[in-house]
């Protein structure tokens, strides 16, 4: 069946330092990917998404570029700010279904 | 706009108890969802409603959980009886067409 794996955190910068967040997917067909993000004591927030390959999508600094050969939509951000503290969850959902599968999240803690 | 709305926050209750968490969605949403989210795991789709009708509970552990949606706005989501696994933050959603969804804040359930 379809599923996402990410990396697994906690991952911890320093603020101004470069992110990346591992995600891979299994999926038939071509499935849109998602980023949400999720702060403390808050809902799930769509991050950004990027619904065919070789998208990018991109939001407050952070990318994401749907790979098909590699299978993967990994996230980036240049300069990671104290405020990017939160679990991201990368998702997918397949063509013509609204249903969502999450990979498990990943923590991110940035210290100043 | 007004999010979807979530009641209550937070519910402890011994095993064997019943409980009922309360979605209200954004206005206009025809398709509303529950979503499960144990700690550390990515949040697990229960059921799926259009308007007042389950479009997907395959997920949904029907010998104790329940939901409904009678007049396709607000939705309820009933556990009886309550397992200590059932411990998780519950999560509503809303979306209208494919604009994405909105995610509630959440119902955070303690079993003990």
Not at chain 1, 6 to 22: H, K, R, Y
Not at chain 1, 46 to 60: R, V
Not at chain 1, 84 to 104: E, H, N, P, Q, W
Not at chain 2, 27 to 47: E, R, V
């Amino acid at each position: 069946g379809d599923s996402v794996t990410q990396m697994e955190g906690p991952v911890t910068l320093s603020e101004e330092a470069f992110l990346t967040i591992n995600c891979t997917y299994t999926a038939t067909g071509y499935p849109s990917l998602f980023w949400y993000v999720q702060y403390p004591g808050e809902g799930l927030q769509l991050l950004l998404k990027a619904t065919k390959a070789d998208d990018k999508g991109s939001n407050k600094g952070f990318e994401a570029t749907y790979r098909k050969e590699t299978t993967s939509f990994h996230l980036e951000k240049g300069s990671v700010q104290v405020s990017d503290s939160a679990v991201y969850f990368c998702a997918l959902t397949r063509s013509g279904t609204y249903k969502y599968i999450f990979g498990t999240g990943t923590r991110l803690k940035v210290l100043a | 706009e007004a999010g979807v709305a979530q009641s209550p926050r937070y519910k402890i209750i011994e095993k064997r108890q019943s409980v009922a968490f309360w979605c209200n969605p954004i206005s206009g949403h025809a398709t509303l969802y529950w979503y499960q989210q144990i700690l550390g795991q990515g949040p697990k789709l229960l059921i799926q409603f259009q308007n007042n009708g389950v479009v997907d509970d395959s997920q949904l552990p029907k010998d104790r959980f329940s939901a409904e949606r009678l007049k396709g706005v607000d939705s309820t989501l009933k556990i009886q009886p309550a397992k200590l696994e059932d411990s998780a933050v519950y999560l509503c959603a809303s979306s209208h067409a494919q604009d994405g969804y909105t995610f509630g804040s959440g119902t955070r359930l303690t079993v003990v």
